[in-house]
Structures are given as C-alpha cells and as structure tokens.
C-alpha cells in the first residue's frame, strides 16, 4: 500500500530571519524553534527521508511552514517566493520519488502571484500553500481572483493554512490569560482553526467557485471545522445568491486532509459530509510526528481496503496528477 502525506512543513534560515526581522513578528514562530522542530524544517535530506521510512509514508509533498512570505514587504515577498521555490524544486529533484511540493506564492504583491504559480507549476510544482490574510487583506479580495482563474485554468490546487489572527482579534478574544496561553488559544489551541475555515468560507461566500468551478481546494485539520457547520453555513447561500447551498461547495471543491489528527472519530464525522474521494492523508511534520505503528493503527478505522486505497494514495494522486 503506497502512502502520501501532503502537509509536510520545512524552512530556511533567510526567511526565517526575515520573518523574525519584521517589526510586528509573527508570535506562533516561536513553535518552529520548540525542540528540534528547526532543525527538522529546515532538512530536506536524510534525517527528513529517514522520519518517511520510519512512519512508511512513500511521498511528501513539502509546503513552506507558516506564516508563508505572506508578512514580508512587497518586493521581499517575491524575491523570497522565488528562491524558496528554486529550493523546494532542487529537493524534488534530488529525490524524485520522495518528494514533491506546493509553491510558495508572494500575496503581499497581488501583480505577481499568478505568474509565480505559473512558473512553479511549470517547474513540476503540485499547486500552491496560502494564507487566508495578507495584513488586512482577505484571501477572497479581487486582487486574487487571478490566482483563483490561473490554479483553476492550471489544474493547481491551492491549500489555505491556518495562520496567527490579527492582532486586534488577538487582544479581543483571545487576550486576558498569561501569554504562552493566550498564544496557544489564538493558535493551535482554536485560533488557527477558525481563521482558516473563515477564508474558506468567505471564497464560497464571495462566489469564488461560481465564477471557477474548476478552482480546489485543501483543508487541513479535517477542513478547519468549516464541515461540520453545515446546517448553519448553508443558510448564506440564499442570501449571498449563490446556485448552491454552502455543502455542496465543500462536497465538489474541497479535499480535507487529516494534519497528523489520526483520530477515527474525526473520519466518521468527515464521511457523514463528504465523501472518500476528498479525505488525504498528512501529518503535519514536524508539527505533528505519529509513528508508523499509530499511522497503520488508523489505517485500519476504514472499512474496505478500497476507501483505504483512496484515502492513502489514490486521492492525492487524482489531484494532484502524480
């Protein structure tokens, strides 16, 4: 049986010190540094192919961990992207059966994020890794709908990651405790979650995958809450005049991948939504490190070798054309 886990972070030391170096940092930077999480980021080589063999996963597709180049300053952003890019496309080259990878995409500057998704998926890229803010601008602004039309014209399917709220939000909601819990709660802990599956909705919102029917995309952590909501969300189809309620978006142009929460409780809910064909597996590395035991423990939660198939290779395959 093979295995691909399509939510695999890594890192370099220059963006990680741009990134450090901006005058409002990103706080949940501080997780990368946690124990040996750095310098695990930050390998693309032969510690990072022993973790695969050892939980038996046979491909990684590489995404650059949060927050992205999305905080760097115009110019940066898309110098970076394009290094990081050369990167990642280097690693895959070295070995070809191992990796593959989602580009990185410099959204602080609207004008070049298309041609960089088009020069990435030229250089045999899988699709895109994005944020669902970019200061404060949301993912669903205009500015983007010709990243949304080229991913959709190419094929690409974009993955929206969780992402630190912002600072007003931060205070507001998730303020008043001492800081590493207050960080915690803004972040992994239910922030993270929620600022995801609100970019999520606002594109279906937006009328998104009207104008792009074509357009996927992925979803972390069993879709960042945004699918178990339903009896809830639909009610905005009418009012936003969209053609279909809010469900059937997520059932036709969206794939849920599991980020290391290899809980079957979360796949039954996940098959009462949608179905088999949109459910890939990830781990979330290094964030999240399930061992080869737990990984095979999980397996057998599904109920015929078929879903299993689907859910370990053949979906990630289908979508992405590997």
Same mark, same amino acid.
């Given at each position: 049986m093979s295995l691909i886990a399509i939510e695999e972070h890594w890192t370099t030391p220059a963006l990680t010190a741009a990134l450090n @170096?901006?005058?409002?940092s990103d706080d949940s930077l501080a997780f990368n540094e946690? @124990?040996?999480k750095l310098d695990r980021l930050q390998d693309l080589g032969e510690g990072r192919l022993a973790t695969l063999d050892e939980q038996g996963i046979d491909t990684s597709v590489i995404a650059?961990? !949060? !927050?992205?180049?999305?905080?760097?300053? !115009?110019?940066?952003?898309?110098?970076?992207?394009?290094e990081l890019n050369d990167t990642a496309a280097e690693a895959v080259r070295r070995h070809p059966t191992r990796f593959r990878a989602?580009?990185?995409?410099p959204l602080s500057e609207p004008s070049a994020v298309a041609g960089e998704l088009e020069r990435a998926a030229g250089m045999g890229f899988v699709g895109a890794m994005v944020y669902g803010r970019t200061g404060d601008v949301a993912l669903d602004d205009s500015r983007y709908d010709d990243l949304f039309a080229t991913a959709a014209a190419l094929g690409q399917p974009i993955f929206i990651h969780p992402q630190i709220p912002s600072r007003a939000i931060r205070d507001a909601a998730y303020g008043g405790f001492d800081e590493m819990t207050s960080l915690a709660l803004a972040t992994f802990g239910w922030g993270w979650h929620i600022e995801a599956g609100l970019a999520a909705l606002r594109l279906i919102v937006r009328g998104t995958f009207d104008r792009h029917p074509d357009l996927q995309i992925i979803l972390g952590h069993w879709g960042e809450l945004l699918p178990f909501w339903s009896d809830r969300t639909n009610s905005l189809s009418r009012i936003a005049g969209l053609s279909r309620p809010v469900a059937e978006y997520l059932r036709s142009n969206f794939y849920l991948t599991t980020s290391g929460m290899l809980n079957p409780v979360l796949l039954q809910h996940a098959l009462a939504v949608t179905t088999i064909d949109r459910l890939i597996f990830s781990t979330d590395y290094p964030f999240q490190q399930p061992t080869g035991a737990e990984i095979r423990t999980f397996l057998e939660a599904f109920g015929s070798d078929v879903d299993r198939a689907k859910f370990t290779s053949g979906n990630a395959r289908t979508l992405f054309k590997l």
């Open positions: @170096g901006l005058p409002d946690m @124990g040996d650059l961990t !949060p !927050p992205g180049t999305q905080p760097l300053a !115009p110019a940066d952003a898309v110098s970076l992207s394009r989602l580009a990185t995409l």
